[in-house]
DNA sequence: CAACTATATTCCCATGTGAGAATGTGGCTC
DNA sequence: GAGCCACATTCTCACATGGGAATATAGTTG
């Protein structure tokens, strides 16, 4: 399925780039994104985050490309970088529910 | 985007999956079991991974369902067990891609 | 049952990382 | 320029996690 090769180097920066997203702040943070560009407070406020912490998370996600940043006076506004990321979440999520479903059926068929 | 409500729990399981993904040795395990089924010593040879390091990388995956086993007398069989992980795979390394082309052209355009 | 083999599990260590407090920095406003 | 505000960075601590060695377990063969 892979249109490339797989070397070890490649699959160390796919990891590398799941890893930036196996984080609960994290995704909070670009589900709020999700609605549009906001404000380093907006996204404290909005996820109960600390504001040292959010804005490390906002940092790692923009070297990782998953957001971009603008600044406005005092503000910086960060946003979704490439919505293709939710594919990710939604392909992510399909595979949760089956797996639960699977789970479950071990309990429900005796 | 998503179909359903992203609750922060939702979010966490979801980030939980992600990070199941996010280790270079798993992700080399998945990969050689794209080509089929294989014993624990046959992906040992395969990764260079330590045996008891393989097995335990091995757990994690069964334990979130992206893998399955399968006994024969001595031996233990994983396979993948949802091929569609490697959508997954396959969307990260696009984003890989195109994140790091938006990187080069920082350099490449005056 | 004893010896052996494939795999799983436990233990220990080194490293990475998230959280919060404190501090730094850039850019307003008066 | 002084003071203030939004955000970034640094520091420290607690904790999770990967790796390897050693050990345990299950299943085979004699």
New binding site residues.
Partial sequence: MGSKALTPQLLGLVA?RF??L?????LQLMNVLRDGER??????EATS????????????L?AHGFVD?R????????RIADPEVFRLCDLMCDHLERHSQARQELFTTP
């Fill in positions: 590398e890893r930036v196996s984080e609960p702040a994290r404000t380093v407070s907006e996204l404290v985050l600390g504001q040292a912490n959010a804005s490390k998370h906002l940092q790692l923009k940043r600044k406005e006076g005092l503000f910086v506004y960060y």
